[in-house]
Nanobody, 119 residues
Framework: EVEMVESGGGSVQPGESLRLSCAGS????????ITWVRRAPGPEFEWVAS???????RYSDSVKGRFTISRDNAKNTVYLQMSSLGPDDTAAYYC?????????????WGQGTRVTVSS
C-alpha cells in the first residue's frame, strides 16, 4: 500500500525558513518522481516543486529561488527546504508520486503538513 507521510510544518514569521519532509513507502521510491503541492484555504492544489528519479528539480515561479527540493533515496524521503517565507506560502503541503504534469493523478494522499507564515 502506497503511503506518504509529510512532516516539518509549523508557524513561522515572514522571512524565516522551514524544511519539510516526505517519507514514502509501498512503492519503488528510487524510481519515482516526487512532487510537492500545497493547498491554501480552499479546494485548489498548487504545484510547488518536483524532483525526478535522477534528481532533476523543477519549481513553480512562485517559489523559484526560495525553495529547494532534494531527495535521500536511502531514507525514502524527499525534502523541501523553504526560505524567505511569506504569508502567501501559508498552506497545507502535500507530497505525491509523479512529476509536474502527472501528480494530479495521485490518489494516496497523506495528511499533509501545515505551514503558517504570520507576523
Amino acid at each position: 500500500e502506497v503511503e506518504m507521510v509529510e512532516s516539518g510544518g509549523g508557524s513561522v514569521q515572514p522571512g524565516e525558513s522551514l524544511r519539510l519532509s516526505c517519507a514514502g513507502s509501498g512503492f519503488s521510491f528510487d524510481n519515482s518522481d516526487i512532487t510537492w503541492v500545497r493547498r491554501a484555504p480552499g479546494p485548489e492544489f498548487e504545484w510547488v516543486a518536483s524532483i525526478s528519479a535522477d534528481g532533476t528539480a523543477r519549481y513553480s515561479d512562485s517559489v523559484k529561488g526560495r525553495f529547494t527540493i532534494s531527495r535521500d533515496n536511502a531514507k525514502n524521503t524527499v525534502y523541501l527546504q523553504m526560505s524567505s517565507l511569506g504569508p502567501d506560502d501559508t498552506a497545507a503541503y502535500y507530497c505525491a508520486i509523479g512529476d509536474s504534469y502527472s501528480w494530479f493523478r495521485f490518489r494516496s494522499w497523506g495528511q499533509g503538513t501545515r505551514v503558517t507564515v504570520s507576523s
